[in-house]
Protein backbone atom coordinates (compact mmCIF):
# COMPACT_ATOMS: atom_id res chain seq x y z
CA UNK A 1 0.00 0.00 0.00
CA UNK A 2 1.29 3.34 -0.64
CA UNK A 3 1.80 5.88 1.84
CA UNK A 4 0.20 9.26 1.14
CA UNK A 5 2.76 11.55 1.63
CA UNK A 6 2.84 15.33 3.11
CA UNK A 7 4.65 16.21 0.28
CA UNK A 8 2.38 15.65 -2.40
CA UNK A 9 1.23 19.42 -3.11
CA UNK A 10 4.20 21.18 -1.66
CA UNK A 11 7.47 20.20 -1.76
CA UNK A 12 9.63 20.14 1.02
CA UNK A 13 12.65 18.34 2.69
CA UNK A 14 13.35 16.31 5.67
CA UNK A 15 14.53 18.73 7.17
CA UNK A 16 11.95 21.47 6.56
CA UNK A 17 9.64 18.66 7.39
CA UNK A 18 10.98 18.63 10.37
CA UNK A 19 9.98 22.38 11.60
CA UNK A 20 6.17 21.77 10.12
CA UNK A 21 4.21 21.92 13.79
CA UNK A 22 1.71 18.46 14.47
CA UNK A 23 0.02 21.20 16.28
CA UNK A 24 -0.99 25.10 17.12
CA UNK A 25 -1.04 26.50 20.71
CA UNK A 26 -4.50 27.81 21.45
CA UNK A 27 -4.67 31.29 23.00
CA UNK A 28 -5.70 30.71 26.65
CA UNK A 29 -5.32 32.75 29.86
CA UNK A 30 -5.24 30.19 32.37
CA UNK A 31 -2.82 27.25 31.49
CA UNK A 32 -4.54 24.18 32.57
CA UNK A 33 -2.42 20.70 34.45
CA UNK A 34 -3.38 17.53 32.54
CA UNK A 35 -2.28 14.43 33.19
CA UNK A 36 -2.47 11.08 31.20
CA UNK A 37 -3.04 8.35 32.93
CA UNK A 38 -2.53 5.16 30.84
CA UNK A 39 -0.90 1.24 31.78
CA UNK A 40 0.20 0.20 28.08
CA UNK A 41 -0.56 -3.82 29.47
CA UNK A 42 -4.15 -2.79 29.53
CA UNK A 43 -4.19 -3.35 25.34
CA UNK A 44 -2.81 -6.59 25.27
CA UNK A 45 -6.30 -8.28 26.67
CA UNK A 46 -8.51 -9.87 24.41
CA UNK A 47 -12.52 -10.98 24.74
CA UNK A 48 -12.33 -12.66 21.90
CA UNK A 49 -12.27 -12.48 18.19
CA UNK A 50 -15.38 -12.13 17.82
CA UNK A 51 -16.33 -9.70 20.61
CA UNK A 52 -16.83 -6.53 19.58
CA UNK A 53 -14.83 -4.49 22.80
CA UNK A 54 -11.05 -4.96 21.44
CA UNK A 55 -8.80 -3.38 23.64
CA UNK A 56 -6.52 -2.84 21.46
CA UNK A 57 -8.20 0.62 20.20
CA UNK A 58 -6.57 1.86 23.01
CA UNK A 59 -2.92 1.55 21.73
CA UNK A 60 -3.88 2.60 18.90
CA UNK A 61 -5.05 5.79 20.34
CA UNK A 62 -1.88 6.00 22.29
CA UNK A 63 -0.06 5.43 18.82
CA UNK A 64 -1.74 8.54 17.75
CA UNK A 65 -1.63 10.73 20.87
CA UNK A 66 2.40 9.64 20.47
CA UNK A 67 2.46 10.58 16.76
CA UNK A 68 1.13 13.85 17.61
CA UNK A 69 3.21 14.43 20.29
CA UNK A 70 0.83 15.56 22.73
CA UNK A 71 3.06 13.58 25.40
CA UNK A 72 4.50 16.97 25.69
CA UNK A 73 2.07 18.43 26.85
CA UNK A 74 0.88 16.38 29.78
CA UNK A 75 2.13 14.65 32.59
CA UNK A 76 2.09 10.99 31.94
CA UNK A 77 1.87 8.24 34.56
CA UNK A 78 1.99 4.57 34.11
CA UNK A 79 -0.39 3.48 37.18
CA UNK A 80 -0.58 0.56 39.29
CA UNK A 81 -3.06 -2.03 38.62
CA UNK A 82 -6.26 -1.41 41.34
CA UNK A 83 -5.83 -3.69 44.92
CA UNK A 84 -8.21 -5.51 45.78
CA UNK A 85 -9.56 -3.66 48.96
CA UNK A 86 -9.80 -1.00 46.38
CA UNK A 87 -11.72 -2.89 44.23
CA UNK A 88 -14.00 -3.73 47.69
CA UNK A 89 -14.56 -0.14 47.89
CA UNK A 90 -17.67 -0.52 45.63
CA UNK A 91 -18.08 -4.02 44.50
CA UNK A 92 -19.42 -7.02 46.62
CA UNK A 93 -16.52 -9.80 48.18
CA UNK A 94 -18.34 -12.61 46.89
CA UNK A 95 -18.35 -11.39 42.74
CA UNK A 96 -14.41 -9.95 43.45
CA UNK A 97 -13.33 -13.70 44.46
CA UNK A 98 -14.73 -15.01 41.68
CA UNK A 99 -13.43 -12.88 38.83
CA UNK A 100 -10.15 -13.31 40.86
CA UNK A 101 -10.66 -17.11 40.54
CA UNK A 102 -11.95 -17.75 37.12
CA UNK A 103 -10.51 -18.64 33.82
CA UNK A 104 -11.56 -20.25 30.78
CA UNK A 105 -11.11 -23.65 31.17
CA UNK A 106 -12.82 -23.18 35.15
CA UNK A 107 -15.97 -21.75 33.61
CA UNK A 108 -16.37 -24.78 31.08
CA UNK A 109 -17.51 -26.59 34.41
CA UNK A 110 -19.82 -24.25 35.81
CA UNK A 111 -23.80 -24.64 36.20
CA UNK A 112 -25.85 -22.36 34.03
CA UNK A 113 -27.04 -21.09 37.28
CA UNK A 114 -23.56 -19.92 38.72
CA UNK A 115 -22.78 -18.37 34.98
CA UNK A 116 -26.59 -16.69 35.50
CA UNK A 117 -25.58 -15.49 39.21
CA UNK A 118 -22.65 -14.08 37.93
CA UNK A 119 -24.30 -12.82 34.29
CA UNK A 120 -21.05 -14.85 32.58
CA UNK A 121 -22.28 -14.60 28.80
CA UNK A 122 -21.46 -13.60 25.14
CA UNK A 123 -21.85 -10.08 26.38
CA UNK A 124 -19.48 -10.18 29.25
CA UNK A 125 -17.16 -13.64 28.77
CA UNK A 126 -14.57 -15.18 30.45
CA UNK A 127 -11.15 -14.34 29.25
CA UNK A 128 -7.59 -15.27 30.26
CA UNK A 129 -6.28 -12.64 32.63
CA UNK A 130 -9.79 -11.12 32.93
CA UNK A 131 -9.06 -9.74 36.39
CA UNK A 132 -5.37 -7.95 35.81
CA UNK A 133 -7.83 -6.17 32.82
CA UNK A 134 -10.32 -4.80 35.45
CA UNK A 135 -7.65 -4.27 37.77
CA UNK A 136 -5.04 -2.13 35.13
CA UNK A 137 -8.23 -0.38 33.78
CA UNK A 138 -9.48 0.45 37.53
CA UNK A 139 -5.78 2.01 38.72
CA UNK A 140 -5.78 4.26 36.19
CA UNK A 141 -8.99 5.96 36.98
CA UNK A 142 -8.26 6.00 40.84
CA UNK A 143 -4.51 7.11 39.60
CA UNK A 144 -5.92 10.14 38.05
CA UNK A 145 -8.85 10.50 40.56
CA UNK A 146 -6.06 11.05 42.97
CA UNK A 147 -3.87 13.33 40.94
CA UNK A 148 -7.40 16.01 41.11
CA UNK A 149 -7.81 14.87 44.66
CA UNK A 150 -4.16 16.51 45.61
CA UNK A 151 -4.19 19.19 43.37
CA UNK A 152 -1.42 17.92 40.81
CA UNK A 153 -3.65 17.72 37.83
CA UNK A 154 -6.69 20.21 36.92
CA UNK A 155 -7.74 17.46 34.18
CA UNK A 156 -6.80 13.94 34.52
CA UNK A 157 -7.43 11.02 31.43
CA UNK A 158 -7.51 7.79 31.61
CA UNK A 159 -8.90 6.23 28.14
CA UNK A 160 -8.94 2.80 29.53
CA UNK A 161 -11.51 3.58 32.02
CA UNK A 162 -15.31 4.40 31.50
CA UNK A 163 -16.69 1.13 31.72
CA UNK A 164 -19.87 2.43 33.35
CA UNK A 165 -22.39 -0.64 33.26
CA UNK A 166 -20.37 -3.08 35.76
CA UNK A 167 -22.72 -3.23 39.00
CA UNK A 168 -21.55 -4.42 42.36
CA UNK A 169 -22.55 -8.06 41.96
CA UNK A 170 -22.18 -8.57 38.65
CA UNK A 171 -20.42 -7.61 35.00
CA UNK A 172 -22.68 -6.26 32.68
CA UNK A 173 -22.14 -4.78 28.94
CA UNK A 174 -18.64 -5.54 28.53
CA UNK A 175 -17.85 -3.86 31.98
CA UNK A 176 -16.74 -6.20 35.04
CA UNK A 177 -15.59 -3.06 37.37
CA UNK A 178 -17.05 0.04 37.53
CA UNK A 179 -14.14 2.04 37.85
CA UNK A 180 -16.05 5.19 37.60
CA UNK A 181 -17.86 4.44 40.79
CA UNK A 182 -14.91 3.50 42.31
CA UNK A 183 -12.87 6.98 41.30
CA UNK A 184 -16.14 9.14 41.82
CA UNK A 185 -16.11 7.38 45.90
CA UNK A 186 -12.73 8.30 46.27
CA UNK A 187 -13.40 12.19 44.66
CA UNK A 188 -16.50 12.39 47.44
CA UNK A 189 -13.49 12.03 50.49
CA UNK A 190 -13.01 15.29 49.58
CA UNK A 191 -15.53 17.08 47.10
CA UNK A 192 -18.64 17.84 48.32
CA UNK A 193 -20.55 17.70 45.04
CA UNK A 194 -19.39 15.38 41.72
CA UNK A 195 -21.04 15.78 38.49
CA UNK A 196 -21.17 12.84 36.15
CA UNK A 197 -21.64 13.23 32.51
CA UNK A 198 -22.09 10.11 30.27
CA UNK A 199 -21.87 10.33 26.47
CA UNK A 200 -21.63 6.82 25.75
CA UNK A 201 -24.49 5.83 23.02
CA UNK A 202 -25.53 3.76 26.02
CA UNK A 203 -27.44 4.67 29.32
CA UNK A 204 -24.87 4.72 32.15
CA UNK A 205 -26.56 2.31 34.10
CA UNK A 206 -24.24 1.05 36.13
CA UNK A 207 -23.49 4.82 37.61
CA UNK A 208 -26.67 6.06 37.87
CA UNK A 209 -27.61 2.88 40.29
CA UNK A 210 -24.71 3.57 42.73
CA UNK A 211 -25.69 6.75 43.50
CA UNK A 212 -29.39 7.04 42.59
CA UNK A 213 -29.93 7.77 46.39
CA UNK A 214 -27.58 10.47 47.27
CA UNK A 215 -27.54 14.31 46.08
CA UNK A 216 -23.76 14.36 46.48
CA UNK A 217 -23.26 12.89 42.92
CA UNK A 218 -25.74 14.31 39.89
CA UNK A 219 -25.69 11.76 37.16
CA UNK A 220 -26.28 12.76 33.62
CA UNK A 221 -26.63 10.49 30.82
CA UNK A 222 -26.91 11.25 27.05
CA UNK A 223 -27.87 7.93 25.11
CA UNK A 224 -30.13 6.38 22.92
CA UNK A 225 -33.13 5.10 24.48
CA UNK A 226 -36.79 2.78 23.30
CA UNK A 227 -36.52 0.88 26.32
CA UNK A 228 -35.56 -2.08 24.56
CA UNK A 229 -32.27 -0.96 23.31
CA UNK A 230 -29.05 -2.07 25.90
CA UNK A 231 -29.48 -1.98 29.28
CA UNK A 232 -33.10 -0.64 27.97
CA UNK A 233 -32.76 1.99 31.69
CA UNK A 234 -32.39 5.55 30.92
CA UNK A 235 -36.08 7.22 30.52
CA UNK A 236 -36.39 10.19 31.22
CA UNK A 237 -38.71 9.72 34.48
CA UNK A 238 -35.94 8.11 36.43
CA UNK A 239 -34.46 11.03 38.25
CA UNK A 240 -33.55 9.23 41.32
CA UNK A 241 -34.97 8.13 44.77
CA UNK A 242 -34.66 9.81 48.57
CA UNK A 243 -32.39 12.56 48.85
CA UNK A 244 -31.41 11.45 45.33
CA UNK A 245 -34.96 12.93 44.09
CA UNK A 246 -33.77 14.97 40.78
CA UNK A 247 -30.57 13.90 40.96
CA UNK A 248 -30.34 11.82 38.47
CA UNK A 249 -30.89 13.32 34.94
CA UNK A 250 -31.35 10.85 31.57
CA UNK A 251 -31.62 12.24 28.36
CA UNK A 252 -33.24 9.86 26.20
CA UNK A 253 -32.64 10.11 22.30
CA UNK A 254 -33.95 8.46 19.13
CA UNK A 255 -31.77 7.13 16.41
CA UNK A 256 -29.39 9.40 14.16
CA UNK A 257 -29.14 11.77 16.32
CA UNK A 258 -27.06 14.82 13.99
CA UNK A 259 -24.16 17.52 15.60
CA UNK A 260 -26.03 20.40 15.45
CA UNK A 261 -28.58 19.43 17.48
CA UNK A 262 -27.03 17.03 19.84
CA UNK A 263 -24.69 19.96 20.57
CA UNK A 264 -27.45 22.41 20.89
CA UNK A 265 -29.51 20.06 23.90
CA UNK A 266 -26.12 19.23 25.51
CA UNK A 267 -25.30 22.95 25.97
CA UNK A 268 -29.17 23.74 26.44
CA UNK A 269 -29.08 20.98 29.30
CA UNK A 270 -25.51 21.23 30.69
CA UNK A 271 -25.36 24.88 31.46
CA UNK A 272 -28.39 25.58 33.83
CA UNK A 273 -27.35 21.87 35.47
CA UNK A 274 -24.34 22.72 36.25
CA UNK A 275 -24.91 26.52 37.45
CA UNK A 276 -27.52 24.93 39.78
CA UNK A 277 -25.83 21.97 41.25
CA UNK A 278 -22.04 23.53 41.22
CA UNK A 279 -20.08 20.81 41.09
CA UNK A 280 -16.42 20.97 42.88
CA UNK A 281 -15.57 17.93 40.45
CA UNK A 282 -16.83 16.54 37.04
CA UNK A 283 -16.40 12.87 35.80
CA UNK A 284 -17.15 12.66 32.10
CA UNK A 285 -17.41 9.46 30.25
CA UNK A 286 -16.87 9.66 26.77
CA UNK A 287 -17.97 6.75 25.24
CA UNK A 288 -17.12 6.50 21.37
CA UNK A 289 -19.61 4.76 19.46
CA UNK A 290 -22.31 8.08 19.70
CA UNK A 291 -20.09 8.32 16.65
CA UNK A 292 -21.27 7.87 13.17
CA UNK A 293 -20.34 4.37 11.56
CA UNK A 294 -20.00 2.60 15.14
CA UNK A 295 -20.23 -0.88 15.04
CA UNK A 296 -22.34 -1.18 17.49
CA UNK A 297 -23.47 2.58 17.00
CA UNK A 298 -26.90 4.37 15.82
CA UNK A 299 -26.35 8.04 16.21
CA UNK A 300 -24.79 10.25 13.33
CA UNK A 301 -21.90 12.53 15.36
CA UNK A 302 -18.67 13.47 13.83
CA UNK A 303 -15.77 13.73 15.89
CA UNK A 304 -15.92 17.71 16.03
CA UNK A 305 -19.42 17.33 17.78
CA UNK A 306 -18.37 14.68 20.53
CA UNK A 307 -15.08 16.78 21.07
CA UNK A 308 -17.08 19.99 21.47
CA UNK A 309 -19.22 18.39 24.22
CA UNK A 310 -16.06 17.87 25.96
CA UNK A 311 -15.08 21.43 25.30
CA UNK A 312 -18.00 22.93 26.08
CA UNK A 313 -17.43 21.28 29.79
CA UNK A 314 -14.06 21.89 30.37
CA UNK A 315 -15.15 25.70 30.20
CA UNK A 316 -16.60 25.78 33.35
CA UNK A 317 -12.88 25.02 34.80
CA UNK A 318 -14.21 22.68 36.98
CA UNK A 319 -11.10 20.05 38.34
CA UNK A 320 -12.14 16.66 35.50
CA UNK A 321 -11.86 13.55 35.61
CA UNK A 322 -11.90 12.61 31.91
CA UNK A 323 -12.84 8.87 30.34
CA UNK A 324 -13.37 6.43 27.62
CA UNK A 325 -15.93 3.69 27.62
CA UNK A 326 -17.37 2.36 24.68
CA UNK A 327 -16.86 2.62 21.16
CA UNK A 328 -16.62 -0.98 19.08
CA UNK A 329 -14.57 1.19 15.45
CA UNK A 330 -11.26 1.32 16.50
CA UNK A 331 -9.91 3.76 13.64
CA UNK A 332 -12.51 6.12 14.81
CA UNK A 333 -12.12 5.48 18.69
CA UNK A 334 -8.98 6.45 18.87
CA UNK A 335 -9.25 9.50 16.25
CA UNK A 336 -12.02 11.05 18.88
CA UNK A 337 -9.97 10.62 22.19
CA UNK A 338 -6.26 11.65 20.22
CA UNK A 339 -8.44 14.73 19.04
CA UNK A 340 -10.46 15.09 22.96
CA UNK A 341 -6.57 14.89 24.56
CA UNK A 342 -5.93 18.53 22.45
CA UNK A 343 -9.05 19.94 23.24
CA UNK A 344 -8.32 19.26 26.95
CA UNK A 345 -4.66 20.60 26.30
CA UNK A 346 -5.74 23.32 24.41
CA UNK A 347 -4.01 22.39 21.37
CA UNK A 348 -5.08 22.24 17.52
CA UNK A 349 -4.04 19.29 16.14
CA UNK A 350 -3.08 18.99 12.02
CA UNK A 351 -6.26 17.27 10.73
CA UNK A 352 -3.48 15.10 8.32
CA UNK A 353 -2.79 11.99 10.48
CA UNK A 354 1.29 11.68 10.81
CA UNK A 355 2.44 9.45 8.10
CA UNK A 356 5.34 8.16 10.26
CA UNK A 357 2.92 6.56 12.52
CA UNK A 358 3.13 2.79 13.06
CA UNK A 359 -0.76 1.99 12.35
CA UNK A 360 -0.54 4.45 9.61
CA UNK A 361 -2.57 1.82 8.05
CA UNK A 362 -5.74 1.83 9.80
CA UNK A 363 -6.41 5.61 9.11
CA UNK A 364 -7.06 4.94 5.37
CA UNK A 365 -8.03 6.13 2.80
CA UNK A 366 -9.13 9.64 4.21
CA UNK A 367 -5.88 9.59 6.84
CA UNK A 368 -7.55 12.55 8.67
CA UNK A 369 -8.58 13.09 12.06
CA UNK A 370 -12.03 14.38 10.81
CA UNK A 371 -13.40 11.81 8.64
CA UNK A 372 -16.95 12.26 7.37
CA UNK A 373 -19.13 10.21 9.64
CA UNK A 374 -22.64 11.38 9.62
CA UNK A 375 -25.36 10.66 7.40
CA UNK A 376 -25.32 6.59 8.04
CA UNK A 377 -28.72 6.47 9.91
CA UNK A 378 -31.95 8.53 9.37
CA UNK A 379 -32.43 10.80 11.88
CA UNK A 380 -35.52 9.95 14.30
CA UNK A 381 -35.20 13.10 16.55
CA UNK A 382 -37.51 15.36 15.32
CA UNK A 383 -37.45 18.82 16.85
CA UNK A 384 -40.88 18.64 18.48
CA UNK A 385 -39.43 14.97 20.33
CA UNK A 386 -36.23 17.05 21.66
CA UNK A 387 -37.95 19.88 22.98
CA UNK A 388 -40.24 17.82 24.77
CA UNK A 389 -37.06 16.21 26.18
CA UNK A 390 -35.50 18.99 26.74
CA UNK A 391 -38.91 20.73 28.40
CA UNK A 392 -39.32 17.77 31.30
CA UNK A 393 -35.53 18.06 32.36
CA UNK A 394 -36.09 21.75 32.69
CA UNK A 395 -39.14 21.23 34.78
CA UNK A 396 -36.55 18.83 36.85
CA UNK A 397 -34.19 21.45 37.10
CA UNK A 398 -36.82 23.59 38.73
CA UNK A 399 -37.47 21.02 41.43
CA UNK A 400 -33.57 20.72 42.32
CA UNK A 401 -32.41 22.58 45.47
CA UNK A 402 -29.70 24.84 45.21
CA UNK A 403 -26.54 22.51 45.58
CA UNK A 404 -26.95 20.76 48.75
CA UNK A 405 -25.22 22.07 51.62
CA UNK A 406 -23.24 18.86 53.20
CA UNK A 407 -21.38 17.95 55.86
CA UNK A 408 -18.14 17.28 54.49
CA UNK A 409 -16.87 13.35 55.55
CA UNK A 410 -13.60 12.08 56.24
CA UNK A 411 -14.68 8.57 54.61
CA UNK A 412 -17.44 8.14 52.31
CA UNK A 413 -20.92 7.72 53.60
CA UNK A 414 -22.83 5.55 53.32
CA UNK A 415 -24.76 6.10 49.76
CA UNK A 416 -27.80 4.55 50.63
CA UNK A 417 -29.19 6.52 53.66
CA UNK A 418 -32.95 5.05 52.88
CA UNK A 419 -35.88 5.12 54.81
CA UNK A 420 -38.68 1.98 54.85
CA UNK A 421 -40.78 3.51 52.20
CA UNK A 422 -37.80 3.53 49.89
CA UNK A 423 -36.18 0.49 50.61
CA UNK A 424 -39.86 -0.93 49.93
CA UNK A 425 -39.69 0.83 46.84
CA UNK A 426 -36.27 -0.42 45.89
CA UNK A 427 -37.10 -4.28 46.83
CA UNK A 428 -40.14 -3.75 44.54
CA UNK A 429 -37.96 -2.44 41.34
CA UNK A 430 -35.59 -5.32 42.46
CA UNK A 431 -38.18 -7.78 42.19
CA UNK A 432 -39.73 -6.20 38.83
CA UNK A 433 -35.72 -6.43 37.12
CA UNK A 434 -35.82 -9.91 38.43
CA UNK A 435 -39.14 -11.06 36.33
CA UNK A 436 -37.94 -8.64 33.17
CA UNK A 437 -34.20 -10.70 33.82
CA UNK A 438 -35.24 -13.82 31.28
CA UNK A 439 -36.78 -11.68 28.74
CA UNK A 440 -33.58 -9.25 28.75
CA UNK A 441 -31.13 -11.90 28.61
CA UNK A 442 -33.12 -13.33 25.11
CA UNK A 443 -33.08 -9.66 24.06
CA UNK A 444 -29.43 -9.38 24.55
CA UNK A 445 -28.83 -13.57 22.78
CA UNK A 446 -30.71 -11.92 20.04
CA UNK A 447 -28.58 -8.48 20.03
CA UNK A 448 -25.28 -11.26 20.05
CA UNK A 449 -26.09 -12.73 17.37
CA UNK A 450 -26.88 -9.74 15.60
CA UNK A 451 -23.36 -8.59 16.12
CA UNK A 452 -21.68 -11.96 15.35
CA UNK A 453 -22.55 -11.54 11.41
ZN1 LIG B 1 -21.75 2.20 24.94
Redesign the pocket.
Known amino acids: MSIINETNTFTCDEKTKQYIPLYYENIISNKTNVSYHFNPEVSQYHYGSLHPMKPFRLMLTDHLMISYKLYEKMDCYQPRKATKEELLQFHSEEYINFLQTITPEKVKTLSDQVLGKFNIGDDCPIFDGIYDYSSIYTGASLDASRKLINNMSDIAINWSGGLHHAKKFEPSGFCYVNDIVLSIINLLRIHPRVMYIDI???HGDGVQEAFYTTDRVMTVSFHKYNGEFFPGTGSVDEIGLGNGKNYAINVPLRDGIDDENYIRLFKSIMEPLITKFQPTCIVQQC?A?SLGYDRLGCFNLNIRAHGECVSFIKSFGIPMLVLG??GYTPRNVSRLWCYETSILNDVTLDHKIPNYLPSYNWFGPDYSLHPQLEGRIDNKNSKKYLESVKQEIMEQIRYLNHSPSVQMYDIPPDITGLTDEEDEIINELNMEFEKDRDEKMMRDDLRNSELMV
Open positions: DLHGDGG
